[in-house]
């Protein structure tokens, strides 16, 4: 393995906590953060205990590093089985691993990104901070269902709901993404009470303009404590000096309209988001700190936004392929839209009959419209013609609706007029006899 890599941390109890419920992980290869959570003293316990698993219990693998998660599961379980005070206890754990290519080639070198709960990892590359990590968390979920602005969610009252926790149950589900590491990256692992107090973009600023990790990790606490510190925060920032030649071979890689690949080879954030399921049990020991190593990277950029892990950069062939979609797309729609509104049919409002534009019943999200009523009843109609009407009877045409309302009209005038014509019949006196007849 030829990638190298720097580091640095910070970690603060806040203005408003009495007590630093998170622990973190340096330990080169891995990397983690833990934020612990349920009672007194159960939230400490629960973050130290996962942490000290998966240092002993994690390898620089992704089946390795999903593993450490499970036995910090385990280990979390364990102890508050022993410990009745500290039933319901639970924690967040995200962490990192550098992984070693197959063949000790630099080019097979990749970072494996592992998560449970609301703690994040995110990427500084080039000019985007992307959030890799998904949080299992109840506005987490609103977020991605759209109902929730990130902003929103930040001030949400149910911000602290974890759906998903390391040390509750022992059918832990771990997130694992891989991410193809590259001079100048810059992995941030944090606790909630930097992004809850901090916008992506201010994160992103200290982390462009602070070169030191250490440094910009210690701004990083400072600032979300000068912003209010509700809650404890820490900060691991894991950077990469030296990717062995991977970039250097990756341009030299590419062909002459050779966008496309490096978007695929520099965006390398990702894409194999994967779920696992747990088991095992794991020991414990002190948390863990080694110190920082390797000269800096210098010359780091960086902007806004968090995002969803992957990035790429836009070609004409991808413009060219999504132009192509959305016009099948569009074409599609089209075609539906006009098939819901093209007809017309002679149905019911409120009792009366009535034209409509668009199909009985509607077509998807399309409703048909009222046309017009025609003052006609539908108890005024013929019985034999008032379920039909009442489905919906479809016509070609506007006038075909119109003549359809006028026979139904003629019906009901013959009707009404033969239904009268026999009460006359029955009920009138018969007529008094001419004058002059026998
Ligand atoms: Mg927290």
Redesign the pocket.
């Given at each position: 393995m030829t990638t190298r890599l720097r580091w640095g941390s910070a970690t603060d109890v806040g203005r408003v906590r009495s007590q630093n419920?998170?622990a973190y992980l340096e330990a080169d290869p891995i990397f983690a953060v833990a934020?612990g959570?349920g009672g007194a003293a159960g939230g400490d316990v629960a973050a130290r205990v996962a942490i000290q698993a998966l240092r002993a219990a994690a390898e620089p693998s992704e089946e390795g590093l999903i593993e450490g998660v499970r036995r910090a599961n385990q280990a979390v379980m364990a102890r508050a089985d022993d410990d009745p005070s500290l039933r319901g206890m639970g924690t967040?754990l995200s962490a990192i691993a550098l992984v070693p290519g197959d063949d000790g080639d630099a080019d097979g070198d990749r970072v494996v990104v592992a998560n449970v709960g609301?703690?994040r990892v995110y990427l500084l590359r080039d000019d985007d901070l992307l959030q890799i990590t998904r949080d299992h968390s109840l506005v987490g979920d609103l977020v991605e269902e759209g109902r929730l602005t990130r902003e929103q969610a930040r001030h949400h009252p149910q911000k602290?709901i974890v759906t998903r926790v390391v040390g509750h149950e022992a059918g832990l589900e771990v997130d694992t993404w891989e991410v193809i590491p590259f001079t100048g990256d810059r992995f941030l692992l944090c606790?909630?009470?930097l992004f809850?107090e901090l916008e992506d973009e201010r994160i992103a600023a200290v982390l462009r303009s602070v070169d030191d990790p250490e440094r910009a990790a210690g701004e990083l606490v400072d600032l979300a404590n000068d912003a209010g510190g509700h809650?404890?925060?820490t900060v691991v920032i894991v950077d990469v000096v030296d990717d062995g030649g991977r970039s250097a071979h990756a341009s030299a890689a590419l062909p002459a309209d050779g966008d496309q690949v490096t978007g695929a080879a520099r965006a390398g954030t990702a894409a194999t988001a994967g779920a696992v399921r747990a088991g095992a049990a794991a020991p414990e020991g002190p948390a863990e700190s080694d110190r920082p190593s390797g000269p800096g990277d210098g010359d780091r950029r960086s902007s806004d936004a968090g995002a969803r892990p992957v990035r790429s950069r836009i070609t004409w062939r991808v413009v060219a392929f999504l132009t192509a979609v959305a016009l099948v797309l569009g074409g599609a729609a089209a075609t539906v839209v006009w098939y819901a509104r093209a007809g017309w049919f002679v149905g019911v409002d409120g009792g009366d009959v009535a034209i409509f534009q668009g199909r009985p019943g509607g077509v998807l999200w399309f409703d048909p419209s009222l046309e017009r009523r025609t003052g006609l009843g539908i108890d005024d109609l013929p019985p034999a013609r008032r379920a039909a009407v009442r489905e919906g009877k479809e016509q070609p045409s506007l006038a075909a609706a119109e003549r359809y309302v006028d026979n139904l009209r003629d019906q009901a005038e013959q009707e009404r007029r033969a239904t009268t014509t026999t009460t006359t019949t029955t009920t009138a006196p018969p007529p008094p006899p001419p004058p002059g007849s026998p």
């Amino acid at each position: 393995m030829t990638t190298r890599l720097r580091w640095g941390s910070a970690t603060d109890v806040g203005r408003v906590r009495s007590q630093n419920q998170d622990a973190y992980l340096e330990a080169d290869p891995i990397f983690a953060v833990a934020d612990g959570m349920g009672g007194a003293a159960g939230g400490d316990v629960a973050a130290r205990v996962a942490i000290q698993a998966l240092r002993a219990a994690a390898e620089p693998s992704e089946e390795g590093l999903i593993e450490g998660v499970r036995r910090a599961n385990q280990a979390v379980m364990a102890r508050a089985d022993d410990d009745p005070s500290l039933r319901g206890m639970g924690t967040t754990l995200s962490a990192i691993a550098l992984v070693p290519g197959d063949d000790g080639d630099a080019d097979g070198d990749r970072v494996v990104v592992a998560n449970v709960g609301d703690s994040r990892v995110y990427l500084l590359r080039d000019d985007d901070l992307l959030q890799i990590t998904r949080d299992h968390s109840l506005v987490g979920d609103l977020v991605e269902e759209g109902r929730l602005t990130r902003e929103q969610a930040r001030h949400h009252p149910q911000k602290n709901i974890v759906t998903r926790v390391v040390g509750h149950e022992a059918g832990l589900e771990v997130d694992t993404w891989e991410v193809i590491p590259f001079t100048g990256d810059r992995f941030l692992l944090c606790s909630d009470g930097l992004f809850d107090e901090l916008e992506d973009e201010r994160i992103a600023a200290v982390l462009r303009s602070v070169d030191d990790p250490e440094r910009a990790a210690g701004e990083l606490v400072d600032l979300a404590n000068d912003a209010g510190g509700h809650d404890n925060t820490t900060v691991v920032i894991v950077d990469v000096v030296d990717d062995g030649g991977r970039s250097a071979h990756a341009s030299a890689a590419l062909p002459a309209d050779g966008d496309q690949v490096t978007g695929a080879a520099r965006a390398g954030t990702a894409a194999t988001a994967g779920a696992v399921r747990a088991g095992a049990a794991a020991p414990e020991g002190p948390a863990e700190s080694d110190r920082p190593s390797g000269p800096g990277d210098g010359d780091r950029r960086s902007s806004d936004a968090g995002a969803r892990p992957v990035r790429s950069r836009i070609t004409w062939r991808v413009v060219a392929f999504l132009t192509a979609v959305a016009l099948v797309l569009g074409g599609a729609a089209a075609t539906v839209v006009w098939y819901a509104r093209a007809g017309w049919f002679v149905g019911v409002d409120g009792g009366d009959v009535a034209i409509f534009q668009g199909r009985p019943g509607g077509v998807l999200w399309f409703d048909p419209s009222l046309e017009r009523r025609t003052g006609l009843g539908i108890d005024d109609l013929p019985p034999a013609r008032r379920a039909a009407v009442r489905e919906g009877k479809e016509q070609p045409s506007l006038a075909a609706a119109e003549r359809y309302v006028d026979n139904l009209r003629d019906q009901a005038e013959q009707e009404r007029r033969a239904t009268t014509t026999t009460t006359t019949t029955t009920t009138a006196p018969p007529p008094p006899p001419p004058p002059g007849s026998p």
